[in-house]
């Protein structure tokens, strides 16, 4: 299985700070990662698909990038409503894998 | 809209059996797979298995294979996924989502959280 590795698993920001997540794969997975927001209580929502193609209505503050193995996504600037957890997910191969989440906590 | 919908909480005793449902709307049903993930306290998003309504094919992770099955009904765009033999640590919010055409889970539902205890 490929292994999914994301960091920081937590992080303190301030609203308007540019925050940054990155995920590393175990082996290549081209540019076959997603980024998804979680917030408790609900669905996960998707934010970037293709490592770096944002999602139909997704705000453009929101960003991803990388391909083989390293990817990042980045928020350019904290909003209030950002904060909350943020995982990656390879859909490479089967079976499918996640990061284990980074928790954007407010500072 | 796309939409997701799950069945509600449950509540089982060690050994039991469990059936979760997901209930889609807003798209053609046959045409895209759904995928189910799960949550356990404190841990990580872990893949189980997806379906194809189309054919009705299933895929399942290595460790739910013999445990997990996963169903259509295309009359009502429902999928379900049966959990045998349950243990607590199959303690879980589970999570119903939708494959896309591009293979990655694009639509999920809201979770249903399945406690497994005597």
């Known amino acids: 299985d490929i292994q999914m590795t994301q960091s920081p698993s937590s992080l303190s920001a301030s609203v308007g700070d540019r925050v940054t997540i990155t995920c590393r794969a175990s082996?290549?997975?081209?540019?076959?990662l997603a980024w998804y927001q979680h917030k408790p209580g609900s669905a996960p929502n998707l934010l970037v698909f293709?490592?770096?193609r944002l999602e139909s209505g997704v705000p453009s503050r929101f960003s991803g990038s990388g391909s083989g193995t390293d990817f990042t996504l980045t928020i350019s600037s904290l909003q209030p409503e950002d904060f909350a957890t943020y995982f990656c997910q390879q859909y490479n191969t089967f079976p499918r894998t996640f990061g284990q989440g980074t928790r954007v906590e407010m500072k | 809209q796309v939409q997701v919908v799950q069945s509600g909480a449950e509540v089982k005793k060690p050994g039991a059996s469990v059936k979760v449902s997901c209930t889609t709307s807003g798209y053609r049903f046959i045409n895209y797979g759904l995928g189910w993930v799960r949550q356990a306290p404190g841990q990580g998003l872990e893949w189980m298995g997806w379906?194809?309504?189309?054919?009705?094919?299933?895929d399942y992770a290595l460790k739910f294979q013999g445990r997990v099955t996963m169903t259509t009904d295309t009359s009502t765009s429902t999928v379900y996924m049966e959990v045998r033999s349950l243990r607590s640590d199959d303690t879980a919010l589970y999570y119903c989502?939708?494959?896309?055409?591009?293979?990655?889970?694009?639509?999920w539902g809201q979770g249903t959280l399945v406690t497994v205890s005597s």
């Open positions: 379906i194809s309504p189309y054919n009705g094919d299933t």
């Open positions: 293709a490592a770096s």
């Open positions: 989502a939708r494959y896309n055409s591009n293979w990655y889970l694009d639509y």
């Open positions: 082996q290549g997975i081209t540019h076959s």
